[in-house]
Nanobody, 125 residues
Framework: VQLVESGGGLVQPAGSLRLSCEFS????????IGWFRQAPGKEREGIAC????????YIADVLRGRATISSDNSKHTVYLQLNSLRPEDTAVYYC???????????????????WGKGTLVTVSS
């Protein structure tokens, strides 16, 4: 499985970004795809998850109301739309795949099976 993130960059406070995660190398439907982030000096935290099982996507409380996760099945790509960004959202954002689904929807980084290399989001004026 390969995961490639894109879309990070420098954005001003209150701005928006859309991150993309392209999945390849296995059946897209067999994995839940999640977004995690890690700020300097902090642990990696789960922020969103989605799967093609008909269930609802997951957004962590810290981003609820400011983020949306979606999937384009034809492109095997998961998107994370981030709005109303704050300086404390500055972090490296990673996508990851989970064959069991449990870790992804629980925001548990240690249980994820595959990881991308990450994309840096910097929120600053």
């Amino acid at each position: 499985v390969q995961l490639v993130e894109s879309g990070g960059g420098l954005v001003q406070p209150a701005g928006s970004l859309r991150l993309s995660c392209e999945f390849s190398g296995a059946s897209y439907d067999d994995y839940a795809i999640g977004w995690f982030r890690q700020a300097p000096g902090k642990e990696r935290e789960g922020i969103a998850c989605i799967a093609n099982d008909g269930g609802s996507p997951y957004i962590a409380d810290v981003l609820r109301g400011r983020a949306t996760i979606s999937s384009d099945n034809s492109k095997h790509t998961v998107y994370l739309q981030l709005n109303s960004l704050r300086p404390e959202d500055t972090a490296v954002y990673y996508c990851a795949a989970d064959a069991a689904f449990v870790s992804c929807f629980g925001g548990n980084a240690r249980g994820m099976d595959y990881w991308g290399k990450g994309t840096l989001v910097t929120v600053s004026s």
